[in-house]
């Protein structure tokens, strides 16, 4: 069971794939190469020696649906499928957890970058140069759906461990084995192709959003009371979200001040 985790963990995590729709190609990108005679002469080439020819054929019309010219011709993708596909129990678990360990890398190499870029903006300290903000906007994963494309690693991904839909999921996965559903969970990796410059602009305009919520901050330690009281500490600031979400909880257990904290927030906001 250890081994399934990860793969698991990494769908989870990136969330900038879908978890329910098809694939699909962007409108902007060249269509693909694939032709339905291709793949059916490809799915009868391998139905032989495959242990189950409708998820092996699954994968194929994934990959043949996200297949573009840059990819390399129709006959490209023939020795492509022919070659990375693994037929055998053995061969596509041993896939599944070195494809797992990469993508967990990557995920999580790639947020604790982001993350660390970020700290200038987020947390106390000194006061922020405009060259932070531009650093927390900036996305070192921008380029990586492309590049997995680029190197065949999404396809590899796509044709053993296929997408399947919400609706899919719901209907088979009472059935399935925690291996079933890691490899299932793998296929959500890849479900459409977008341009690099789309991943940059979503990355650029979420860091703004969040460059303006953590800009938010509500200088608890300059409030008094009518009467002249400071219920918090002197210097104390709250992120107008998770850090009064957070404070307002606690004060539940403060039977002394609790209350009359909660209210000011409450005046406050």
């Not at 599944?96 to 990469?102: C, K, T, Y």
């Not at 903006?121 to 906007?137: A, H, R």
């Not at 079933?180 to 990355?203: H, I, L, P, Q």
Request: glycine share 6%; net charge negative; proline share 4%.
């Amino acid at each position: 069971m250890k081994s399934l985790l990860p793969s698991c963990a990494v769908a989870m995590l990136a969330t900038l794939f879908s978890f329910g729709s098809e694939p699909k190609a962007n409108a902007a990108l060249p269509q693909s190469v694939v032709s339905e005679k291709t793949i059916v002469e490809l799915v009868d080439k391998l139905a032989p020696a495959s242990p189950d020819t409708a998820l092996m054929e699954r994968g194929i019309r994934v990959c043949a649906s996200l297949w573009r010219p840059t990819d390399g011709s129709e006959e490209d993708f023939k020795k492509f499928v022919s070659t990375r596909y693994e037929n055998t129990a053995e061969g596509k678990r041993r896939l599944h957890d070195h494809l797992s360990a990469a993508f967990e890398a990557l995920a999580g190499c790639g947020n604790d970058l982001q993350i660390r870029l970020q700290r200038p903006t987020i947390l106390d300290g000194d006061e922020p140069l405009e060259v932070d903000y531009i650093l927390s906007g900036y996305n070192s994963q921008a380029h990586q759906t492309e590049d997995l494309f680029a190197n065949k690693i999404a396809f590899i991904t796509m044709l053993n461990f296929p997408f399947y839909t919400l609706a899919e999921k719901n209907e088979k996965g009472m059935e399935w084995s925690p291996l079933e559903w890691a490899y299932a969970r793998m296929g959500d990796m890849f479900t459409d192709r977008a341009d690099a410059a789309v991943y940059k602009a979503s990355s650029e305009a979420n860091a703004k959003a969040e460059n303006y919520i953590a800009s938010y901050n509500i200088m608890m330690g300059h409030l008094l009371t009518e009467d002249g009281e400071r219920l918090f500490p002197e210097g104390m600031s709250l992120l107008s979200h998770w850090n009064l979400r957070d404070e307002i909880k606690a004060d539940y257990a403060d039977s002394k001040t609790g209350l009359k904290k909660q209210e000011m927030i409450f005046k406050v906001m």
